[in-house]
Every structure is written in structure tokens, then in C-alpha cells.
Antibody, heavy 114, light 106 residues
Framework: QVQLQQSGAELVKPGTSVKLSCKAS????????MNWIKQTTGQGLEWIGI????????SYNVKFKGKATLTVDKSSSTAFMQLSSLTPEDSAVYYC???????WGQGTLVTVSS | DIQMTQSPSSLSASLGDRVTITCRAS??????LSWFQQKPGKSPRLMIY???NLEDGVPSRFSGSRSGSDYSLTISSLESEDTAIYYC????????FGGGTKLELK
């Protein structure tokens, strides 16, 4: 069965970067694009961007350009998202989601605090 | 960018009620519209895709429809387990979520 296993919670300091991972299993990793979604506590869902694991091609929500960088490692069927220049406003749960949104990871909580 | 305006933002209904949630797209998205249910502490669950198609395992009391640029999620007879936050998503051009609707029992 399809599974997306995300990395554990992160507590990071303002101004630093963090790299989240999402390991896919149960399907051919390069067959489906991978989305990343942000959800702040008590708030809605924001689409960050999407990556084609086969080509590495990406598209981003303009709001997250320069903030998020999406990559993949095909050899381990893992997608990554790096968030840079972190501020408290980046504190949220981040999900990886296989297109077309039937399969979601369990989410990774990122807390940005000094 | 495509904007998705979801209404209402919150809704209180009784068991057995018919409930409808709506999303309006700022431009044509065809039928590239999905609906999700999210319960506290859980990842969202796909309920409807292609505006009207029920995802496997979703109870038949859920349905989706379209009228022009308005897309609706309807629960024909509300059950207690349906209390959740519901989101729409357009996936015609990039992806955009609606703002969410919190559905509670009256």
C-alpha cells in the first residue's frame, strides 16, 4: 500500500534552515508528482509547491519562492523540502502529498523559536 | 493566481440535516476540484475528486456538484462522525485551497 513517511518534529532557531524528508513506498516513486503543503496551527492549508520526481522539475506558489526548495533522491524514493531563513511565521505542520492528493504523509511539525 | 472562495467558514447543523458547503473559483477550472475532510490531529482525507467523483471508501451520503464556477459538497444526512473541517482544492492551474469550513453539531 502507498505510504508517505515524514521525518520527525523539528525545533529550530530563527534565521536557520531545516530540511524535511518524505519517504515514499508502495508505488513507483517517479510515477507521481509530490506536493508540499503548509498548515499553521488552527489555520487552513497552503500549497507550497510540487516536484516531478522523474525530472526534478518544480513549480512553486509565488509566496514560497525563495523560502522553500524541493528536491528528490530517486535512489531512496525520498522527497525533501528545505526551508530557509526561518522565522516564527514558518512554524507549522508541513505535509508531503502525492498527486492527486489521495495520499498524505503524517505531517512534520516545525517550530521556530529562539 | 486562481482564488478559491469557500463558504460558509463555519456551520452548525443537527444530526440528519442536509449540509452544503460551496467553493467559488475566480476563473475557469473545469472539473479540477477536490474536497477534503480533516479531523483534529489527522492529515486531510480526500473525499471527492473531479468535482463529482466519490473517492473509494467515502460514504455515499457525500456528494459533489458543479454549477458554473460554483462547486458544492453536500452531505445528505449528517452523522456525528462528519464533524470536521472541510476544504476544497483546485488543481487546474497549480493548486489552491479554499479557506475551510468548520462543521459542528448543533
Amino acid at each position: 500500500q502507498v505510504q508517505l513517511q515524514q521525518s520527525g518534529a523539528e525545533l529550530v532557531k530563527p534565521g536557520t534552515s531545516v530540511k524535511l524528508s518524505c519517504k515514499a513506498s508502495g508505488y513507483t516513486f517517479t510515477s507521481n508528482h509530490m506536493n508540499w503543503i503548509k498548515q499553521t496551527t488552527g489555520q487552513g492549508l497552503e500549497w507550497i509547491g510540487i516536484i516531478n520526481p522523474g525530472s526534478g522539475g518544480t513549480s512553486y506558489n509565488v509566496k514560497f519562492k525563495g523560502k522553500a526548495t524541493l528536491t528528490v533522491d530517486k535512489s531512496s524514493s525520498t522527497a525533501f523540502m528545505q526551508l530557509s531563513s526561518l522565522t516564527p511565521e514558518d512554524s507549522a505542520v508541513y505535509y508531503c502529498v502525492r498527486d492527486w492528493f489521495a495520499y498524505w504523509g503524517q505531517g512534520t511539525l516545525v517550530t521556530v523559536s529562539s | 493566481d486562481i482564488q478559491m472562495t469557500q463558504s460558509p467558514s463555519s456551520l452548525s447543523a443537527s444530526l440528519g440535516d442536509r449540509v452544503t458547503i460551496t467553493c467559488r473559483a475566480s476563473q475557469d477550472i473545469g472539473n479540477y476540484l477536490s474536497w477534503f475532510q480533516q479531523k483534529p490531529g489527522k492529515s486531510p482525507r480526500l473525499m471527492i475528486y473531479g468535482a463529482t467523483n466519490l473517492e473509494d471508501g467515502v460514504p455515499s451520503r457525500f456528494s459533489g456538484s458543479r454549477s458554473g464556477s460554483d462547486y458544492s459538497l453536500t452531505i445528505s444526512s449528517l452523522e456525528s462522525e462528519d464533524t470536521a473541517i472541510y476544504y476544497c482544492l483546485q488543481y487546474d492551474k497549480y493548486r489552491t485551497f479554499g479557506g475551510g469550513t468548520k462543521l459542528e453539531l448543533k
